[in-house]
């Protein structure tokens, strides 16, 4: 007698999911922390992007129908794994405390992204659900708590890779979701081939292992999870001669419905099509001409949070390196730029306030013969600080302003003091809160319209696209990470600014401190970058554009349709548990 085919009765499927051995927890946690550990290997300052495909398909075979408390638990692991050592430089200056409190809070959000995808793992192309899910929690940490933390976005480690291009079309969410689509569609697409592939035991019956990685129990149904979206899986039996498990594997092989490999496949394909067909959309021609820009890093003389103590040297450093520019010029080894971009608190002295500040930054802007966007901290008599942006005119003096609109939270203003001054006592080094500008920075320096973000701002999509939006032909985001030392910071900040570089085709100009300054083309290439903690001048002539991408144009319209896709899906898996309850309760 020669193996044959028969349907599993329903009533014999069991109520609940069949418990994970001990091995089999360990060896998954061990997956979802990985998974965390090589999203972060992913960033920069390493050309590693790629990493994030294998990352989320490893965290993908850890949340394939696990439990939602599992999901989160594992969410939570792999959360950790990426936020710890991505954000180090937190406590580059004060501590493991706050580094540690900031990374357990920010998994949160990747831990409930993990009771999500878990939740939308049993369902028909689970992949597109699971990644809308991704989006959503980054759309929930750029937003709460105390105005969002977006660092750590998947878009912002993919500078360098293929699916650059899709930032152009819907912004970071639509490139940070074709990362996690393709990552799961990987998982996917191996999981139906080798559920294909499934060999049998001696008995006819298919081994857990066999059934791919990830296949288990429906937690909603109490099913075995064969192929995504298929119906149960034919069960196996054979007789005693064991004859005719070859024709059994074919046929069972051929039982198996091409739907979910097919959505497998897609789930990879479409991310990579989207990138090449997005290709057209990175263009760096000089839709206005160009502008001759330049960057000045003036170094600070030590690292760490005493560089505020040093607020004259650092002013001197910024002075001296404009004239010695002044003085190429004048010699002709350096090309006159039209304007210059010096970097935020390239001045901690209040110019309005002091005097003999204003005339040496008065002194160095006439000497260069060019407007240039002073960083400086405004402190007046009442009220709170402000980060501000000064356009200095050769002739006029200090002419436009630009405050900081999105001011740092626990750096440049402490929320809850008291209560976070029992847990560290470096809260009092920012002994004055800096309060929020309200008006969107576009300076007129010589007939360009430069956009202004300053450092932190570049993380915050809406910081950067209204600037676009209210006609920047160029962006600039001048930034200070002296109080992050030779940290990874300052890379994970730059690939930022190449990743809005291409979101909305423009250039970007990263005037810092202490470096790394650089000048990025539209398409996302890097022309020119100091070293860091080096004094230097960056002169380079960069094309100016004014046409608006998809990504510009739509805002957040692409991040809401990926957060109704990831709503959609979570609310389709919870009919089902409830269909499923009521079910098996007649």
Known sequence: MSATISPVDASAADTAPTPASPLRRFVRSGAALLSGLLLYLSFPPRPLWWLALPAFALLGWSLRGRRLRAGFGLGYLAGLGFLLPLLIWTGEEVGPGPWL????????????????IAAVSRLPWWPFFAAGVWILAEAARARVPFGGFPWGKIAFGQADGIFLPLAAVGGTPVLGFAVALCGFGLFETYRQIQARRAPETETGTVRDGDRGPGAGTDAATGTEAGAVGSDRAPALRTDRT????????GARARSLPRGPLVAAALAVLVPVTGALAALPLVDDAAEDGTATVAAVQGNVPRLGLDFNSQRRAVLDNHVARTRELAADVKAGRAPQPDFVLWPENSSDIDPYANADAADVIDGAVRAIGAPTVIGAVIAPETGKLRNTLIEWDPGSGPVATYDKRHVQPFGEYIPMRSFVRVFNSNVDRVSRDFGAGTKVGVFDLAGTKVGLATCYEAAFDWAVRDTVTHG????????????????EMTYQQLAMSRVRAVEHSRSVVVPVTSGVSAVIRPDGEIVAETKMFTPDVLVEKVPLRSSLTPATRMGTLPEALLAALAAAGLGWSAFRSVRARRTGAE
């Open 101 to 116: 409190a900031l990374a357990a809070v920010e998994a949160l959000f990747v831990a409930l992204a993990g009771l999500g």
């Open 242 to 249: 064991g004859t005719g498990l070859e024709a059994t594997a």
């Open 472 to 487: 920047a032909q160029l962006i600039s985001v001048p930034s200070n990470n002296a109080t992050f030392g030779r940290s």
